[in-house]
């Protein structure tokens, strides 16, 4: 059965102390990783797709790395602004296009 | 461009009652998806639909929910004589073929 398992399921962190949010899976076939970002109250904001081990995607501060069992979201030198809650999301070869999610890591900055 | 609208925002009904929510994908998606988001948990998928084909319905909890998808384009998820455990945030995203999922801002459903 596909799974998604994210940690840590909350993290503080200060203004400018990067951090690395941890993504492990198990799927039949990867056909895609995806990351969002959702603030609350609003939904899911698409943030990456990785397809292979390997694969590197970036985007401001933030940075995406995929292996063949696990995905990190690295986050430098965190603002403020980054506090959301951020998602984790596997398409696997047996599920047609649905995605199946973590629970998410929620994560704090302060200044 | 225009994103995935949802509506009502926010529902508020009472057990048994049948409520319907409507998803607005971005023009042009083939694709449509519905997923429920509970209270700390992840997003659940529902159901999904691609162009003309059969939709994928394996994520339905009961037949109490259905969904139906009118010319390709709005979609509709009704649920019926609704229980306090259908009180969730529902997600509606849309997506060109097997393509990236784009979400809308949900509709959060209570049943009192």
């Known amino acids: 059965e596909d799974q998604v398992t994210q940690s840590p399921e909350a993290l503080r962190l200060q203004e400018g102390e990067s951090s690395s949010l941890n993504c492990s899976y198990t799927?039949?076939?990867?056909?895609?990783l995806f990351w969002y970002r959702q603030d609350p109250g609003k939904g899911p904001e698409f943030l990456f797709t990785l397809y292979s081990a390997g694969e590197e995607k970036e985007k401001e501060r933030l940075k995406a790395t995929l292996t063949k069992k696990e995905s990190f979201l690295h986050i430098t030198a965190p603002k403020p602004e980054d506090s959301a809650t951020y998602l984790c999301?596997?398409?696997?070869?047996?599920?047609?296009?649905?995605?199946?999610f973590g629970a998410g890591t929620r994560l704090a900055v302060h200044p | 461009g225009a994103g995935v609208s949802q509506s009502p925002s926010n529902k508020v009904t009472e057990k048994g009652k049948d409520v319907e929510l409507r998803c607005d994908p971005i023009?042009?998606?083939?694709?449509l998806y519905w997923y429920r988001q509970s209270l700390g948990q992840g997003l659940e998928f529902l159901i999904y639909?691609?162009?003309?084909?059969?939709?994928?319905k394996s994520g339905l909890p009961s037949d109490r929910f259905s969904a139906e998808r009118t010319g390709g384009s709005v979609s509709t998820l009704t649920i019926q004589r609704t229980q306090q455990e259908d009180s969730a945030v529902y997600l509606c995203?849309?997506?060109?073929?097997?393509?990236?999922?784009?979400f809308g801002p949900g509709t959060r459903l209570t049943v009192l």
């Open positions: 023009s042009g998606h083939t694709a």
């Open positions: 995203a849309s997506s060109r073929s097997a393509d990236t999922q784009y």
């Open positions: 799927v039949s076939g990867l056909r895609g």
């Open positions: 639909f691609q162009g003309n084909s059969a939709p994928d």
């Open positions: 999301a596997v398409r696997g070869v047996g599920g047609y296009n649905k995605l199946i």
